[in-house]
């Protein structure tokens, strides 16, 4: 406590400079008035400066110990008491009015208020309380001192000249000091900010290159893995494999987070909107989240407003991206290990009077205290503590979620109370969009829900099967169902919500009886329950979630007013035909990488495609030249000739040989944004992140494969 603290408080080395200075400055001027004094031959003067040097002197000495904190107290304490004692000494000639206001501000130079504020305030009010009694001497009729000897006119004007100029000498030092410390700080503002935004680059260039390396070698992972489902897995072997496939793709959101906090910090995360159709976004990010729900033990629920429009205008990726951390996060803090009872996740979105597009994710979890709620969105916080902590996860979920709704001009409040669970409401504006709806008409369709018992089944329901003008009813016993008129029950569609097939059979046996035109819809929550047409008269959807497309198509199938898969199989010829045979269509693979190689020439085996492999741009260049290729696949960032040079070689050629353009598209581990645009920019045609998914893969190809006599001649 004596010595110095700027070890553990940098911030105090400033201070400790400017009491040195300062006592430096005493040091000389007392110096300069005693030898004054001694001239004068004034031994009361001479006593008094020898009060002031008591107070500076052994202030100088503790500085030199490096008992810098004891210095600065003393030094404060000790002149304030030295100029009371030169009051009271000196006699009704003291004027200390000069010297107190200077010493009343010394303290706040001295010592910093943030590390040591009840030395300051102490001395603060030390020093007010001398200052204020020295100056109220003469009004309360204090008697000060004994009258010193008569000092001659020339002295006294001396010495009253000399008080102004000290005083002016030393407000003046100490400014001309403050305005150099204030100079030399700014320069270290500079320097930091010029280190501050030299390391913002470095570590952007830093997540640049992590990304890439990351996902170069997860391609490979995903790759085969996709490549493992391809093949005929017994049951036992399916399950470690879904597993390593989501686990990989984990692995993906949490590099994506990371990037996305970086974009945060840069300032440089956007959205962009465009048309998007809101309903099976939602069902998509439902349907990729059930396997997460099923796992934790728990039901994810799908409510979709029958008055919400169809299209929006809305960044999908973006909202997609903030859906799914919301949805993860309910799904994991409401996981029956961690509540003791089966976890329900509700995602609900409603048309709020045409304004507003109100999206909540409601679950009955563990919930959150206060003092979590309140530092919830800053970066690398969780919903418990690390000590504790029993739920993975970077912490950037919500930050990132939270600047991206704001970016899209809308809001996101978290409601939650511990044990009792957590509601996040996303609001956003509602921009409708003109679109086509791509559900079937449905309307005057007779559907019976029987046996439902669940209140949130019930709602989704009427959600569902109002927005599509079918005449809903609910029966839940069989006698009441008994006495329903024959030619209505005969036309109906009848849903039978989730329960045993031992409970479900005889009660569908009894229906047919009573109404052999009737139709059927088995909801289940099994994964593994063989899906679609079942029987002639029942069809098998999934819940838990429903998703509307999945039932409103088997409604259609049923009451026929669209044909069954059966019907229309033969006639199913997407991607085939003469432009469309994978086999009349050679590939050239571009990729330095050699697992990436491999694992894109297995991607094309499987889709029946023949194809050629290079391993960089100058070894792809000379295959086109000498091959009859029609589409080439190609990394961008290679040794020799990279993909972006070969590109530029092959449209050069183009041109000159007055060809037909060749589709071309960029494989690349480089998913910053702003990369897919660079590529199109530079020629490109389309645009793969890895890793790359096979559905991608082949989707890309047939697109450019479809549309290749549309493209222009090169130019």
Same mark, same amino acid.
């Given at each position: 406590?004596?010595?110095?603290?700027?070890?553990?408080?940098?911030?105090?080395?400033?201070?400790?400079?400017?009491?040195?200075?300062?006592?430096?400055?005493?040091?000389?001027?007392?110096?300069?008035?005693?030898?004054?004094?001694?001239?004068?031959?004034?031994?009361?003067?001479?006593?008094?400066?020898?009060?002031?040097?008591?107070?500076?002197?052994?202030?100088?000495?503790?500085?030199?110990?490096?008992?810098?904190?004891?210095?600065?107290?003393?030094?404060?304490?000790?002149?304030?008491?030295?100029?009371?004692?030169?009051?009271?000494?000196?006699?009704?000639?003291?004027?200390?009015?000069?010297?107190? !206001?200077?010493?009343?501000?010394?303290? !706040?130079?001295?010592?910093?208020?943030?590390?040591?504020?009840? @030395?300051?305030?102490?001395?603060?009010?030390?020093? @007010?309380?001398?200052?204020?009694?020295?100056?109220?001497?003469?009004?309360?009729?204090?008697?000060?001192?004994?009258?010193?000897?008569?000092?001659?006119?020339?002295?006294?004007?001396?010495?009253?000249?000399?008080?102004?100029?000290?005083?002016?000498?030393?407000?003046?030092?100490?400014?001309?000091?403050?305005? !150099?410390?204030?100079?030399?700080? /700014?320069?270290?503002?500079?320097?930091?900010?010029?280190?501050?935004?030299?390391?913002?680059?470095?570590?952007?260039?830093?997540?640049?290159?992590?990304?890439?390396?990351?996902?170069?070698?997860?391609? =490979?992972?995903?790759?085969?893995?996709?490549?493992?489902?391809?093949?005929?897995?017994?049951?036992?072997?399916?399950?470690?494999?879904?597993?390593?496939?989501?686990?990989?793709?984990?692995?993906?959101?949490?590099?994506?987070?990371?990037?996305?906090?970086?974009?945060?910090?840069?300032?440089?995360?956007?959205?962009?909107?465009?048309?998007?159709?809101?309903?099976?976004?939602?069902?998509?990010?439902?349907?990729?989240?059930?396997?997460?729900?099923?796992?934790?033990?728990?039901?994810?629920?799908?409510?979709?407003?029958?008055?919400?429009?169809?299209?929006?205008?809305?960044?999908?990726?973006?909202?997609?991206?903030?859906?799914?951390?919301?949805?993860?996060?309910?799904?994991? $803090?409401?996981?029956?290990?961690?509540?003791?009872?089966?976890?329900?996740?509700?995602?609900?979105?409603?048309?709020?009077?045409?304004?507003?597009?109100?999206?909540?994710?409601?679950?009955?979890?563990?919930?959150?205290?206060?003092?979590?709620?309140?530092?919830?969105?800053?970066?690398?916080?969780?919903?418990?503590?690390?000590?504790?902590?029993?739920?993975?996860?970077?912490?950037?979920?919500?930050?990132?979620?939270?600047?991206?709704?704001?970016?899209?001009?809308?809001?996101?409040?978290?409601?939650?109370?511990?044990?009792?669970?957590?509601?996040?409401?996303?609001?956003?504006?509602?921009?409708?969009?003109?679109?086509?709806?791509?559900?079937?008409?449905?309307?005057?369709?007779?559907?019976?829900?029987?046996?439902?018992?669940?209140?949130?089944?019930?709602?989704?329901?009427?959600?569902?099967?109002?927005?599509?003008?079918?005449?809903?009813?609910?029966?839940?016993?069989?006698? $009441?169902?008994?006495?329903?008129?024959?030619?209505?029950?005969?036309?109906?569609?009848?849903?039978?919500?989730?329960?045993?097939?031992?409970?479900?059979?005889?009660?569908?046996?009894?229906?047919?009886?009573?109404?052999?035109?009737?139709?059927?819809? /088995?909801?289940?929550?099994?994964?593994?329950?063989?899906?679609?047409?079942?029987?002639?008269?029942?069809?098998?959807?999934?819940?838990?979630?429903?998703?509307?497309?999945?039932? $409103?198509?088997?409604?259609?199938?049923?009451?026929?007013?669209?044909?069954?898969?059966?019907?229309?199989?033969?006639?199913?010829?997407?991607?085939?035909?003469?432009?469309?045979?994978?086999?009349?269509?050679?590939?050239?693979?571009?990729?330095?990488?050699?697992?990436?190689?491999?694992?894109?020439?297995?991607?094309?085996?499987?889709?029946?495609?023949?194809?050629?492999?290079?391993?960089? =741009?100058?070894?792809?260049?000379?295959?086109?030249?000498?091959?009859?290729?029609?589409?080439?696949?190609?990394?961008?960032?290679?040794?020799?000739?990279? +993909?972006?040079?070969?590109?530029?070689?092959?449209?050069?050629?183009?041109?000159?040989?007055?060809?037909?353009?060749?589709?071309?598209?960029?494989?690349?581990?480089?998913?910053?944004?702003?990369?897919?645009?660079?590529?199109?920019?530079? +020629?490109?045609?389309?645009?793969?992140?890895?890793?790359?998914?096979?559905?991608?893969?082949?989707?890309?190809?047939?697109?450019?494969?479809?549309?290749?006599?549309?493209?222009?001649?090169?130019?």
């Amino acid at each position: 406590m004596l010595g110095t603290r700027s070890h553990a408080f940098p911030r105090l080395n400033e201070r400790i400079r400017l009491s040195k200075f300062h006592q430096l400055q005493a040091a000389v001027l007392l110096t300069l008035w005693l030898g004054y004094f001694i001239w004068i031959g004034n031994t009361d003067l001479i006593k008094a400066a020898l009060w002031v040097a008591a107070a500076t002197l052994p202030a100088c000495i503790l500085h030199g110990l490096r008992w810098d904190y004891l210095a600065r107290v003393y030094w404060n304490v000790a002149s304030a008491l030295a100029v009371l004692k030169i009051t009271f000494s000196y006699g009704g000639d003291a004027t200390p009015e000069v010297f107190f !206001f200077f010493l009343i501000g010394f303290p !706040f130079l001295l010592f910093s208020l943030s590390e040591e504020r009840k @030395t300051l305030i102490s001395i603060v009010a030390f020093q @007010t309380a001398i200052g204020f009694f020295a100056l109220s001497m003469d009004f309360f009729g204090f008697q000060k001192g004994v009258p010193t000897p008569p000092l001659t006119e020339e002295q006294a004007r001396t010495i009253e000249w000399g008080i102004r100029i000290t005083v002016a000498s030393l407000l003046l030092i100490q400014m001309m000091y403050s305005s !150099f410390l204030n100079s030399r700080a /700014h320069a270290q503002a500079k320097a930091a900010l010029r280190e501050a935004n030299s390391a913002a680059r470095t570590k952007g260039e830093f997540l640049a290159n992590m990304s890439h390396e990351i996902r170069t070698p997860m391609n =490979g992972v995903i790759g085969m893995i996709e490549i493992l489902e391809t093949m005929d897995l017994s049951p036992q072997q399916e399950r470690p494999v879904t597993t390593i496939r989501n686990s990989a793709f984990a692995l993906l959101r949490i590099l994506d987070d990371i990037l996305d906090a970086s974009k945060i910090d840069a300032g440089k995360l956007n959205v962009e909107k465009t048309k998007v159709e809101i309903r099976p976004l939602l069902e998509g990010v439902s349907q990729t989240m059930q396997t997460m729900a099923d796992e934790k033990g728990g039901e994810l629920r799908l409510l979709i407003d029958r008055k919400l429009p169809e299209w929006v205008m809305a960044d999908s990726g973006r909202l997609r991206q903030v859906l799914l951390n919301l949805l993860s996060n309910s799904i994991k $803090y409401s996981a029956k290990n961690l509540t003791g009872h089966k976890g329900t996740v509700v995602l609900k979105a409603r048309n709020h009077r045409d304004k507003l597009l109100v999206i909540t994710v409601k679950d009955n979890g563990i919930g959150m205290s206060d003092e979590v709620k309140e530092n919830l969105f800053e970066p690398f916080m969780q919903g418990e503590q690390s000590s504790r902590r029993r739920v993975g996860g970077t912490g950037l979920g919500l930050v990132i979620s939270k600047n991206l709704i704001h970016l899209m001009g809308g809001d996101i409040r978290i409601e939650s109370e511990e044990g009792e669970g957590t509601k996040a409401v996303i609001t956003l504006p509602l921009e409708p969009a003109d679109g086509p709806s791509r559900l079937p008409d449905l309307t005057g369709l007779q559907v019976v829900c029987f046996g439902v018992k669940d209140e949130l089944i019930r709602e989704g329901m009427e959600h569902i099967l109002g927005a599509g003008g079918v005449q809903n009813e609910f029966i839940d016993d069989m006698e $009441y169902a008994e006495r329903q008129a024959p030619d209505r029950m005969n036309r109906a569609v009848i849903i039978f919500p989730p329960m045993d097939a031992t409970k479900r059979d005889p009660l569908q046996k009894r229906f047919e009886e009573l109404f052999p035109g009737a139709s059927f819809i /088995h909801c289940s929550p099994v994964r593994s329950d063989r899906l679609g047409l079942i029987a002639p008269n029942t069809y098998r959807i999934q819940i838990f979630p429903m998703i509307t497309s999945e039932l $409103y198509h088997a409604l259609a199938e049923l009451s026929g007013r669209v044909a069954r898969a059966s019907e229309t199989a033969e006639h199913d010829t997407a991607g085939t035909g003469p432009d469309h045979v994978p086999g009349d269509h050679r590939i050239l693979v571009v990729e330095d990488n050699e697992i990436n190689k491999a694992v894109l020439s297995k991607q094309l085996e499987i889709l029946g495609y023949p194809h050629e492999l290079a391993s960089d =741009g100058m070894e792809g260049f000379a295959k086109w030249q000498m091959g009859d290729f029609s589409l080439v696949l190609t990394d961008c960032h290679m040794p020799r000739m990279d +993909g972006f040079e070969m590109l530029a070689a092959i449209r050069t050629e183009e041109r000159q040989a007055d060809r037909q353009r060749l589709p071309v598209i960029a494989i690349t581990a480089n998913a910053l944004q702003g990369e897919a645009a660079k590529c199109i920019a530079a +020629g490109m045609d389309g645009y793969l992140a890895k890793p790359v998914e096979l559905k991608a893969l082949e989707s890309q190809i047939l697109a450019l494969l479809n549309n290749r006599q549309e493209l222009p001649i090169a130019s």
